[in-house]
């Protein structure tokens, strides 16, 4: 089975840690890269840029409108996930609490099977 392991940021969460405590999470990410890794169970991950760097694309009337910055105004923001395959859900929720930012009070990681998923071959 296939799960998206979400991770959502949150700026005010974030900001209000130390620098200390952000490092902490950002460098947790290798260990548990490899542990996946390892495991044969990571497919891939993404890590998204700020929002404040994304654009928008709207088709009206046949003519695109791209608008600079987040689609809506939101506290959290997607901002990265691991695909993983595992064996079962309850796999997925043991990998999912390996993931540093799981650990920060305010924020969580979002555990949400896959039912489909393309690939450019095919």
């Known amino acids: 089975m296939k799960f998206m392991l979400i991770m959502h940021g949150n700026p005010q969460i974030w900001d209000a840690l130390t620098e200390e405590e952000r490092n902490e999470v950002m ?4 260990p548990f890269m490899e ?3 390892r495991s044969g169970e990571m497919i891939g991950t993404v890590a998204l840029a700020d929002p404040s760097q994304s654009a928008v694309v709207r088709v009206r009337g046949g003519v695109p ?5 987040p689609y809506l105004e939101a506290k ?3 901002g990265g996930y691991y ?9 997925a929720l043991e990998l999912a609490a390996l ?3 799981a650990g920060v009070e305010g924020l969580g990681i979002e555990v949400r099977p ?4 393309g690939t450019a071959d095919g």
Do not use: M, N, Q, W
Request: aromatic share 6%; with cysteine.
């Open 27 to 30: 460098s947790g990410h290798g």
């Open 35 to 37: 542990t996946v890794k």
């Open 65 to 69: 409108a791209v608008t600079d910055g």
């Open 76 to 78: 959290e923001y997607l």
């Open 83 to 91: 695909l993983v395959e595992c064996d079962s859900r309850e796999r």
């Open 99 to 101: 993931i540093p930012d």
């Open 114 to 117: 896959v039912l489909f998923a």
